[in-house]
């Protein structure tokens, strides 16, 4: 049974580095057969899509969040991660991170992020 | 900056059916993309509900089903129960956003 876990600080200050990482368990980061992806959900609103990352590094993001993220992927420890820089409180958010299949087909329980002085 | 327009309620009552659409754009639906649909229970993470625009995941009722047509999508909901209260999302590709997922308004389901 594939599991992703979230983990990363749960307060951020304006303007520095959100830095999240997602363990996954059953499955391999380094698999070819699928991509990893982060989306967030601020407070009472919908999803958003950040971007997803394959095992080469590969990306594609969220034009509107394009010049503040990164992403890359740990094979070693089977984990994919999430920088955002220059956070403000509008990135106040769950965030989750999720296979990329035909569809997102396996979910994180997702972790809540507040950017807060 | 949803790209994807979908009614922000819709109700019915027990073994009713009620219906979602999903409207997007020539860039996105309308460009052949899959549309794929989520269920988000209360207070949980969203779940996939449905992929390549009808197809379900082994678990999910066969009470759920899906249709494409155009620059829009749907999901039905036959027979419902209350437990299928929920928000549900649509979720596509978008071309003009460098191939970009984007997602739904989102639809919140009342069992009356």
């Known amino acids: 049974q594939v599991q992703l876990q979230e983990s990363g600080p749960g307060l951020v200050k304006p303007s520095e580095t959100l830095s999240l990482t997602c363990t996954v368990s059953g499955d391999s980061v380094g698999s070819h057969r699928y991509y990893w992806s982060w989306i967030r959900q601020p407070p009472g609103k919908g999803l958003e899509f950040i971007g997803y990352i394959y095992y080469s590094g590969s990306a594609t993001f969220n034009p509107s969040l394009k010049s503040r993220v990164a992403m890359s992927v740990d094979t070693s420890n089977n984990q994919f991660s999430l920088n955002l820089n220059s956070v403000t409180a509008a990135d106040t958010a769950v965030y989750y991170c999720?296979?990329?299949?035909?569809?997102?087909?396996?979910w994180g329980v997702g972790t809540a992020v507040t950017v807060s002085s | 900056q949803s790209v994807l327009t979908q009614p922000p309620s819709v109700s019915g009552a027990p073994g009713q059916r009620v219906t979602i659409s999903c409207t997007g754009s020539s860039s996105n639906i309308g460009a052949g993309y899959d549309v794929h649909w989520y269920q988000q229970l209360p207070g949980t993470a969203p779940k996939l509900l449905l992929y390549?625009?009808?197809n379900r995941p082994s678990g999910v009722p066969d009470r759920f089903s899906g249709s494409k047509s155009g620059t829009s999508a749907s999901l039905a909901i036959s027979g419902l129960q209350a437990e299928d209260e929920a928000d549900y999302y649509c979720q596509s590709s978008d071309k003009s956003l460098s191939h970009s997922y984007v997602f739904g308004t989102g639809t919140k389901v009342t069992v009356l």
């Open positions: 999720a296979r990329v299949s035909s569809g997102l087909d396996v």
């Open positions: 390549a625009d009808s």
